[in-house]
């Protein structure tokens, strides 16, 4: 092989003209001096069209390519400005590199790969670029193969819509997810209706046509979007969330019953001053609503994954407060009804509704209503098997991709990293 096909290997394009190779006397790298091939030159950097020579540009600089061995090296070259008829005088396209960075593509690639994989810093050690770098790298590299793969849209047949928020619950995302291939197709900041409606107006009409089931939680302005765009689409309200309400207002009865005991308790007779009495209980009322407070995650917990104390201590409930246990069977009967195969999940749910009708707790009534509303699109989600479980562990991912960067700068950075991680737009690295 020879010197100059060892460089087009190297650089990852044949679309390169050798000129010399020499080692910087100051930082000690590896200059490869080189300029693109005739055909190549003269192209619009925005839109690679031929374009007409302008001016000489800045003249010569380097762009960081993969290093060699230990040592890190560069290509040099002149870049002329060219005059596109579309994008007026912009700097002429470069083979081995994209349009306005310092880095050659393959150093671009590599390092997306990597951060997909690993930490910021661990990257920004390892390739011996900023940590800013490694952000702006990876959403240069999202933009190239996002314009080349808008196929993920096609053949979309189940989708779960969800918004996920960060910044401690300050802002939100909304992620929409392909059920089928459990991968992110689209995600946005903001949540809303507007938020939503980007993605429906991204879809062809044929693409729209293909969505059969959409899962989401029971908010409205989901529920809308659904019926303006794809109304052919049957909705479905997932499970987790069902469950997430009845829990919500089972926290809301217990924290209720705890303010309740802890009034009287409060109420309660002081205990005189002094030693008390051997075998005095010093204010039950105390006890018991303290006992109250600490009932808070075993009421959340399944029952098949309560420990012995924790089983006790719900023993201690039937007798302290039989209304909030009624509560608390009544989570657990719509957990259980929900569990029912499609065929059962129709006549569970109106059993329990029954049940909730007669229970004598207002918010459990209320809740009731909320699932007579969603009726339909709860027994359309059993129906299917979809669950939005998928979509919330993809949230978790979400999450740990934002804390494993410390936070993101900026918001089209997170979203490039969230798709490069989650979506079916990977990285590859050079030469694989
Ligand atoms: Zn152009």
Same mark, same amino acid.
């Given at each position: 092989?020879?010197?100059?096909?060892?460089?087009?290997?190297?650089?990852?394009?044949?679309?390169?003209?050798?000129?010399?190779?020499? $080692?910087?006397?100051?930082?000690?790298?590896?200059?490869?001096?080189?300029?693109? $091939?005739?055909? *190549?030159?003269?192209?619009?950097?925005?839109?690679?069209?031929?374009?007409?020579?302008?001016?000489?540009?800045?003249?010569?600089?380097?762009?960081?390519?993969?290093?060699?061995?230990?040592?890190?090296?560069?290509?040099?070259?002149?870049?002329?400005?060219?005059?596109?008829?579309?994008?007026?005088?912009?700097?002429?396209?470069?083979?081995?590199?994209?349009?306005?960075?310092?880095?050659?593509?393959?150093?671009?690639? $590599?390092?997306?790969?990597? $951060?997909?994989? /690993?930490?910021?810093?661990?990257?920004?050690?390892?390739?011996?670029?900023?940590?800013?770098?490694?952000?702006?790298?990876?959403?240069?590299?999202?933009?190239?193969?996002?314009?080349?793969?808008?196929?993920?849209?096609?053949?979309?047949?189940?989708?779960?819509? %969800?918004?996920?928020?960060?910044?401690?619950?300050?802002?939100?995302? /909304?992620?929409?997810?392909?059920? %089928?291939?459990?991968?992110?197709?689209?995600?946005?900041?903001?949540?809303?209706?507007?938020?939503?409606?980007?993605?429906?107006?991204?879809?062809?009409?044929?693409?729209?046509?293909?969505?059969?089931?959409?899962?989401?939680?029971?908010?409205?302005?989901?529920?809308?979007?659904?019926?303006?765009?794809?109304?052919?689409?049957?909705?479905?309200?997932?499970?987790?969330?069902?469950?997430?309400?009845?829990?919500?207002?089972?926290?809301? *009865?217990?924290?209720?019953?705890?303010?309740?005991?802890?009034?009287?308790?409060?109420?309660?007779?002081?205990?005189?001053?002094?030693?008390?009495?051997?075998?005095?209980?010093?204010?039950?009322?105390?006890? %018991?609503?303290?006992?109250?407070?600490?009932?808070?995650?075993?009421?959340?917990?399944?029952?098949?994954?309560?420990?012995?104390?924790?089983?006790?201590?719900?023993?201690?409930?039937?007798?302290?407060?039989?209304?909030?246990?009624?509560?608390?069977?009544?989570?657990?009967?719509?957990?259980?009804?929900?569990?029912?195969?499609?065929?059962?999940?129709? *006549?569970?749910?109106?059993?329990?509704?029954?049940?909730?009708?007669?229970?004598?707790?207002?918010?459990?009534?209320?809740?009731?209503?909320?699932?007579?509303?969603?009726?339909?699109?709860?027994?359309?989600?059993?129906?299917?098997?979809?669950?939005?479980?998928?979509?919330?562990?993809?949230?978790?991912?979400?999450?740990?991709?934002?804390?494993?960067?410390?936070?993101?700068?900026?918001?089209?950075?997170?979203?490039?990293?969230?798709?490069?991680?989650?979506?079916?737009?990977?990285?590859?690295?050079?030469?694989?």
């Amino acid at each position: 092989m020879r010197t100059k096909e060892i460089i087009q290997s190297f650089v990852g394009t044949s679309k390169i003209v050798l000129k010399d190779v020499y $080692t910087d006397a100051e930082t000690n790298a590896i200059v490869i001096k080189a300029r693109p $091939t005739k055909i *190549e030159q003269c192209r619009c950097g925005l839109c690679h069209r031929k374009g007409k020579y302008y001016d000489k540009g800045q003249g010569e600089r380097r762009w960081r390519a993969l290093d060699i061995g230990s040592q890190m090296a560069y290509i040099e070259a002149t870049v002329e400005r060219v005059r596109c008829k579309k994008h007026g005088v912009v700097t002429a396209a470069v083979p081995w590199a994209r349009h306005d960075t310092w880095f050659c593509r393959s150093f671009e690639d $590599t390092l997306a790969w990597l $951060t997909v994989q /690993t930490s910021h810093s661990v990257v920004s050690e390892f390739m011996r670029v900023d940590w800013h770098t490694v952000d702006r790298a990876c959403k240069r590299v999202y933009d190239d193969l996002e314009a080349a793969s808008s196929c993920r849209f096609d053949r979309l047949v189940n989708i779960g819509i %969800d918004e996920t928020s960060y910044k401690k619950g300050h802002k939100y995302i /909304t992620v929409v997810v392909n059920h %089928d291939t459990n991968s992110v197709v689209w995600c946005s900041k903001g949540f809303g209706k507007t938020v939503l409606t980007q993605f429906f107006e991204r879809l062809t009409p044929e693409q729209r046509a293909s969505i059969r089931c959409v899962s989401a939680d029971g908010a409205r302005r989901i529920a809308e979007c659904v019926e303006e765009f794809c109304p052919n689409a049957e909705r479905c309200v997932d499970p987790f969330h069902v469950v997430a309400w009845a829990t919500e207002v089972l926290d809301k *009865e217990r924290r209720r019953a705890w303010a309740e005991a802890n009034a009287t308790a409060k109420a309660a007779q002081k205990r005189k001053p002094g030693r008390p009495v051997k075998g005095d209980v010093v204010n039950p009322e105390k006890k %018991d609503a303290r006992a109250l407070k600490n009932l808070r995650y075993v009421l959340l917990k399944n029952p098949e994954n309560l420990s012995a104390n924790q089983k006790d201590q719900l023993k201690f409930l039937t007798k302290a407060n039989p209304r909030l246990y009624r509560a608390y069977l009544l989570k657990e009967g719509l957990r259980l009804a929900l569990k029912a195969g499609s065929d059962e999940i129709s *006549e569970a749910l109106t059993k329990w509704m029954g049940w909730a009708q007669r229970c004598r707790i207002p918010a459990f009534r209320e809740l009731r209503l909320k699932i007579k509303r969603h009726f339909k699109a709860i027994v359309a989600a059993a129906t299917h098997g979809l669950s939005n479980a998928r979509i919330e562990a993809t949230n978790n991912k979400i999450k740990l991709i934002i804390r494993r960067a410390y936070g993101f700068r900026n918001m089209d950075n997170m979203i490039a990293m969230i798709m490069l991680s989650c979506s079916s737009v990977h990285p590859s690295l050079p030469g694989r």
